[in-house]
T-cell receptor
Framework: AQSVSQHNHHVILSEAASLELGCNYS??????LFWYVQYPGQHLQLLLK??????LVKGIKGFEAEFIKSKFSFNLRKPSVQWSDTAEYFC??????????FGAGTRLFVKA | EAGVTQFPSHSVIEKGQTVTLRCDPI?????LYWYRRVMGKEIKFLLH????????ESGMPNNRFLAERTGGTYSTLKVQPAELEDSGVYFC???????????????FGQGTRLTVV
C-alpha cells in the first residue's frame, strides 16, 4: 500500500534560516509527487509538483524540492524562510492522477 | 475560474444526528475526491468519483457514510448517524484528466469543519 512519511511533525526556525522538510514515500510504480501548504485559516494550496523530467522542481515563494528516485524521497527546501512561511506543509503522492496519499504534515513556525 | 467550493464551512451537530456536506468541483473536472482530516492526524482519502461513478471508495470508514454525485456535477457526503469520532475537517478536491496520461493535480476546497458533540 502507498504511504507517505514526513520526518518532522513540528519545526521552529528563525527568519532567514534554511529549511529542509523530509518526505519519503512507499510505492513501487510511477508516481506524481506534491507538496501542499495550508496557511493559518486558509485552504490547502499547491506549493509544487513533480510529474516527470528534471528532478529538481521549483515552486512558488522560493520553495524547491528534489525527487531522488533511488531513495523514494521528495524533500522540500527553502534557502531563507520568512515569518509568512509559518504554515503546515504536506507531502503527497498520487498514482498518476488518482487518489492522493498525504503525509501527516509538518507544522512550521518561523520566529520573526 | 471558480475554485472548488464546499458547504457549509462549519457544522456542529449532536451525536446521532445527520449531516450532509456538499462539494462543487471546478467546472469540467471529471474527478472528484473526498478526504478527511481528524484533528492532528494525516489527511486521509475517503473516495473518488469519476463523473457520477465511484472509482474508489476504499477509504470510506463505515456504512454511516454515503457519498453521491448525481449527474457528475456536485457531490454530497452524508453522515448518518454521526458519531463523536466523525469530527474533523472534510476536504473535497477535483481534477481534470488530461490526455489519458492521468497526470493531473487536484484542486482543493477550503474544507468543512465538522464537530460532533
Amino acid at each position: 500500500a502507498q504511504s507517505v512519511s514526513q520526518h518532522n511533525h513540528h519545526v521552529i526556525l528563525s527568519e532567514a534560516a534554511s529549511l529542509e522538510l523530509g518526505c519519503n514515500y512507499s510505492y513501487g510504480g510511477t508516481v506524481n509527487l506534491f507538496w501542499y501548504v495550508q496557511y493559518p485559516g486558509q485552504h490547502l494550496q499547491l506549493l509544487l509538483k513533480y510529474f516527470s523530467g528534471d528532478p529538481l522542481v521549483k515552486g512558488i515563494k522560493g520553495f524547491e524540492a528534489e525527487f531522488i528516485k533511488s531513495k523514494f524521497s521528495f524533500n522540500l527546501r527553502k534557502p531563507s524562510v520568512q515569518w509568512s512561511d509559518t504554515a503546515e506543509y504536506f507531502c503527497a503522492v498520487s498514482n498518476r492522477g488518482f487518489k492522493t496519499i498525504f503525509g501527516a504534515g509538518t507544522r512550521l513556525f518561523v520566529k520573526a | 475560474e471558480a475554485g472548488v467550493t464546499q458547504f457549509p464551512s462549519h457544522s456542529v451537530i449532536e451525536k446521532g444526528q445527520t449531516v450532509t456536506l456538499r462539494c462543487d468541483p471546478i467546472s469540467g473536472h471529471d474527478n472528484l475526491y473526498w478526504y478527511r482530516r481528524v484533528m492532528g492526524k494525516e489527511i486521509k482519502f475517503l473516495l473518488h468519483f469519476v463523473k457520477e461513478s465511484k472509482q474508489d471508495e476504499s477509504g470510506m470508514p463505515n456504512n454511516r457514510f454515503l457519498a453521491e454525485r448525481t449527474g457528475g456535477t456536485y457531490s454530497t457526503l452524508k453522515v448518518q448517524p454521526a458519531e463523536l469520532e466523525d469530527s474533523g475537517v472534510y476536504f473535497c478536491a477535483s481534477s481534470q484528466k488530461k490526455g489519458g496520461t492521468g497526470d493531473t493535480e487536484a484542486f482543493f476546497g477550503q474544507g468543512t469543519r465538522l464537530t460532533v458533540v
